[in-house]
Structures are given as C-alpha cells and as structure tokens.
C-alpha cells in the first residue's frame, strides 16, 4: 500500500508491512487525474489544478483530524504495473475498511453555504436535498464500494465545506442509493443481506471501462479474482458470478429478471441492471439449506426440487419479497433443451401459491450459463391489458370470419397475449386456447381472418409477420413477480 505523507506530502510505500492509520478519499474522476508517475510532476500538476488542489485538500483535511496518512486512488496505484494494480483492485474493499475516516468530495455539488453545517448546523434545504441527490457520484460504479466499506464517512461540497456524515446524512443515502440505512450505517453486516439485494444496489450503476462493473463488485461480495480488461462486460460479469458461487450457495444469484424479449436465457445474469426488481428479497430459509450447486463445462449442476405439474418446470430459488402479505416461495421456469435446461421467461419470477397439491420431483440437473435461443415459431408473451374485451372479434356465429366459440373463456384471470407468425403475414386471426378447426369442437377455432379490431404493433409486435395473438391461462398455482 502506498500512502501520502500528509507533513511532507510525499509517497511512503507500506508494501511488506501493514499500513499505519490513515485516511481515504472517495471522489468521481475529473477528465483528468494526476495519476502516479504525474505526482512529483510539478509541470503536471501546474497543467491539471482541479486535480491537484483535490489531493491538497484532502491531506489538509486528514491532517486537520490527526491523521497522518492519506491514501487516493488515482495517484497511490501505480496503474503501469499489472501486479499492483490487481492487487489493489482485489484489496480495494478492505483497504476502504480499514481507514480511520473516508472524505467524500463531490466536485458537483455546491451546497450554496459559506461555511461548514458542523460549524453553524443549518438545516438542510429541499434544494440541497435535490442537488445532493444527483451528484454523480450516487450513479458511479466504484463508489458503491466507498459507501459501503468505511467506519466513518465523511461528505464534502465542491468548496471542501462539511456537508455530514453518514450518519447524519443517512435518510438522504437511503433515498439515493436504495440501500437500507442499516447496511449504510454498519448496524447490519453486509452478508445479512441476499446476493440478489447486493446486486440491486449496482442496478444502476455505471463505469468508464466496461469490465469494472464486475470488478467494482468484488469487495461487496467478498470474492477475488484475475482482471482481464478487452474481454468484455458479460464475460466479466459471468466470472464474478461464479466466483461468487464459489463461496455461497445463495439461490437468490439466480433471482434476475431480463427486459422482456422473445428469448430463452441461461441461468445467469448478463448485468447487475437485470437485478434492478431485487432490492426486497430476503432468503425464506437460511442459505445452508439450500442445495449444492456449481459451474461445470456442462453448465449449472445442481440437485434441486422441480415442480412440473404443466408446461415449464418450476425450480424454487427458497427466497420471498419482503413486500409480500404473506410469504410466498419464488423462483424461475425451466425447459429442456437437447437435454440441458434453459431458463424460459426470464423477464419474470414466479410465485408458488400455497393453493394445488404442487407435483415435485427432485434430481441432479444441468441448467445452460448463458444462451440466446428465440422461442419457437416465434411466439412471446405479454401481460393480458386491462382493456382486453376492445380487441375481441365482433362475430359470432361460424358463417363470419372472427368467429370465437362461446365455450371457451376469451380473458382468463391469469394470462398472456401470445404473439405467433401465422403462415402468411396477412393473417390475423384471433386463436382462442387451441387448434381445432371444425364447429363440433369446443375449442374451434375459424380459419384465417383478417378482423381483429386491433393493431398487433400495439401490442410491440416484433415484425410485420407476428399477424395474430392467442390468449390463454396459465396454472392457476404460478403467477409471475
């Protein structure tokens, strides 16, 4: 670890011996940074003051507060060394940890005082609250870290005056991050919360480099790993992810949900943004109840209870919302595909209702880490829309084209429109439950008709060949999050 002498302001280098007590600086990178092999640059630091008044005023103000030390992450890592730089990655959370007190300078925050709230203790303003709130640092990825890992935390506005702490400060934090006061202020220890919910609170996060999103996890999840920049977000997003199911068997993992789109998925997330809907999900029962699974060439293996009484398997993730009445079990649906499983709907998850005797099977599966596959004769789903009974085929009778029989149940309490390409791109019938095409059966449905009463592009249909729509139930024992 390498520090900053706050008397003389230069290096001292604490590689092979543990560091004396020493301060932190938590900040959004300017456009440029005085970086290491800069910092005895005086040229450098003439040509880029925004950034070296920032290191100048940070040692100030560790000084101020009796610490000697000061450690800041765009000058003490030496970035041309690959050994240091991975090293500092990896140790990041703990070195944050560990400081005695973490400045959070926001450069675009101006509260509008004109000295410290410490000194004067003025009330904070809706203006302030506002400003405070969109400051870019809430929205960086490596700052999730920041907030997280220190004892005692410390904010800053652009003209180095107080603002609070964190747990002054704590309401505001909550509000901006999402993260509940208790995992910001310590008084919860982070492994209390499901890997779903951690995910949640990066959801909507960004970085420079595409890889940090992963990378800037590793601390929150306690995990480490080889930095591998040129192989992409989702490569690097899947590493984290199965270092994490290295050390956890925690199902809430698999607890992401996709933007809707007329695909399968494997069973891990492509992004912590597909955790966006996770920040109230909790473990039904404790994780060391929960089945062993790992990541094989194969896939996912795991021996895990499947509920298979119609259409896709049902595969239990023992995790619930906090925001549910009553605790209901979620978790994702499965199909086989050429012998391994794929995840089927991944834009939901789905709630097993205490109603129905479930048919549960249990065995070793393999689920697929990640595939793209369109549904078949491409079909998808959407939600059924309150306003569905304006779409139905006016006819009634077996002589009209649009004809639907009165036996069968055109909006059922839980459904789907079903979007599917019809032979021809004309063709727009509306298909009730099945197939059968002659009058004596119940579930007749008429030959082609082009008199739907609706536009299929209202519904986001994918292309100009998706002609017609089917509504149909589901299992009244599954309903989707």
Request: aromatic letters at 12%; glycine letters at 4%; charged letters at 20%.
């Amino acid at each position: 670890m390498r520090l900053i002498n706050c008397d003389t302001l230069l290096f001292e280098e604490f590689f092979f011996k543990p560091p004396p007590p020493y301060a932190i600086l938590s900040h959004t990178w300017d456009e440029h940074e005085i970086t290491f092999q800069e910092y005895y640059d005086y040229q450098a630091r003439a040509r880029h003051p925004v950034s070296a008044n920032k290191i100048a005023n940070a040692c100030a103000k560790a000084k101020r507060h009796g610490s000697k030390y000061m450690w800041i992450d765009s000058c003490s890592i030496d970035k041309s060394s690959s050994n240091e730089f991975s090293e500092a990655i990896n140790s990041m959370f703990k070195w944050y940890q560990n400081s005695e007190r973490c400045y959070v300078y926001l450069s675009d925050f101006n509260s509008g005082l004109t000295e410290s709230r410490a000194t004067n203790a003025t009330p904070i303003t809706g203006a302030q609250i506002m400003n405070f709130k969109n400051c870019k640092w809430f929205s960086r990825g490596w700052t999730l870290q920041e907030l997280l890992a220190p004892r005692n935390l410390i904010f800053y506005d652009v003209n180095w005056l107080y603002f609070g702490s964190a747990s002054e400060l704590a309401g505001m934090l909550s509000s901006a991050t999402r993260i509940p006061q208790q995992a910001l202020l310590g008084t919860a220890p982070l492994y209390n919360y499901s890997v779903a919910q951690k995910m949640s609170w990066a959801a909507t996060r960004r970085t420079t480099r595409e890889e940090d999103m992963a990378y800037c996890l590793l601390g929150l999840f306690d995990v480490n790993m080889p930095l591998f920049y040129g192989e992409g977000a989702r490569k690097a997003f899947f590493r984290l992810q199965e270092a994490i199911m290295r050390e956890s068997n925690d199902l809430t993992l698999f607890a992401w949900q996709s933007v809707p789109e007329s695909c399968y998925r494997g069973i891990l997330a492509r992004s912590p943004s597909e955790f966006y809907t996770a920040g109230d999900i909790t473990h039904l029962t404790p994780v060391s109840q929960n089945p062993e699974f790992a990541m094989t060439n194969k896939g996912l293996k795991i021996e895990s209870m499947l509920e298979r009484s119609s259409g896709p398997s049902f595969m239990p993730l023992n995790c619930t919302r906090q925001t549910d009445n009553t605790l209901t079990l979620l978790g994702v649906n499965l199909v086989d595909h050429s012998g391994i499983m794929i995840r089927d709907s991944p834009e939901k998850l789905l709630r097993l209702q205490s109603s129905g005797t479930p048919n549960w099977t249990k065995g070793p599966i393999y689920i697929a880490k990640d595939v793209k596959i369109h549904k078949s004769k491409g079909d998808f789903e959407y939600p059924v829309p309150p306003t569905f009974t304006q779409f139905l085929p006016s006819h009634t009778t077996p002589s009209k084209p649009g004809f639907v029989p009165s036996s069968t149940n055109p909006q059922p309490a839980q459904g789907a429109f079903k979007f599917v390409k019809p032979a021809s791109a004309s063709t727009a019938a509306f298909l009730a439950h099945s197939g059968h095409t002659t009058p004596s059966t119940s579930e007749f449905v008429p030959t082609p008709t082009t008199t739907l009463g609706m536009d299929p592009a209202a519904f986001k249909a994918p292309s100009a060949t998706t002609a017609a729509f089917l509504a149909h139930s589901r299992s009244g024992s599954r309903q989707s999050s």
